[in-house]
């Protein structure tokens, strides 16, 4: 490949943004006081414990501040500006796509979702009523100040659906067409609707890129697969293209 590609979908896992500094949901270096993220990102345990999963979160908040944008997250702005059609299909809650920056540029707010949601907004457990995290979260539970309920953080737990407007945000992007390039960094691709969106952004006539040190359950259905992580291995693959 030799040309922007005109319509590119970017799926992007926890592995880039753990070139970064933030600590995966899997493995020892995810645990959390010796607990299992993956049983405290769940709604039984916000009923069951409020306390104790807003202070994991809000723990979470301040290290993911500390963390910068690597390369990859970075050259991926810049292939959004060469690129026709663009979407950042991310799992990852954190912001680093969107502090990323290339050119000075940064990516628009349209040509990202955050499907998991985003860990820097703040939200009702009950109503509608949301706003963004500020740089000192209170230490207790905030209060919803319309329905009196207790808050949580904006992002999408184990045991809950993903947000329909955002499925539908993915959804109308695939139905353009096949994409030229499907790039796929630091995902396993567990996640069944992952796994799927990236083949049908693939079609017939895509190509899908698969980024990642370890082999995955999309490799199989991969044109090519780059065996290094993100930060090394995605700009001089992009910058091959945007030079």
């Known amino acids: 490949m030799t040309t922007v590609p005109n319509r590119v979908l970017v799926i992007s896992g926890s592995g880039i943004s753990a070139e970064s500094g933030v600590p995966t949901f899997r493995g ?38 500390r963390c910068k944008p ?66 000192e979260d209170s230490a207790e539970v905030p209060i919803c100040p319309k329905c009196s309920a207790l808050m949580r953080p904006g992002v999408v737990w184990f ?37 799927n969106w990236a083949l049908a952004a693939k079609g017939a006539n895509g190509r899908l890129i698969e980024i990642n040190p370890e082999e995955t359950r999309l490799s199989p259905f991969a044109n090519e697969t780059i065996r290094a992580p993100a930060a090394m291995a995605l700009p001089p693959w992009v910058n091959q293209l945007v030079k």
Do not use: M
């Not at 959390?32 to 709604?43: E, G, I, Q, S």
């Open 159 to 195: 045991d809950e659906e993903l947000e329909h407007r955002e499925v539908e945000r993915v959804e109308k992007f695939l139905s353009g067409g096949d994409c030229e390039a499907v790039l796929v960094i630091g995902t396993t691709a567990l996640f069944d609707y992952v796994f």
């Open 28 to 65: 020892k270096d995810g645990y959390w006081r010796n607990l299992d993220p993956t049983k405290l990102a769940t709604v039984k345990a916000f009923e069951s414990d409020p306390g104790l999963v807003w202070q994991w979160y809000r723990e979470r908040r301040e290290l993911i501040r």
């Open 70 to 135: 690597n390369a990859a997250h970075n050259v991926l702005v810049g292939l959004a500006d060469q690129s026709r059609d663009f979407l950042l299909l991310t799992q990852n809650v954190d912001d680093l796509h969107t502090r990323a920056r290339h050119a000075g540029h940064r990516l628009p707010s349209d040509k990202i979702v955050q499907i998991h949601g985003d860990i820097y907004v703040t939200r009702c457990s009950r109503c509608d009523y949301k706003r963004g995290a500020t740089q």
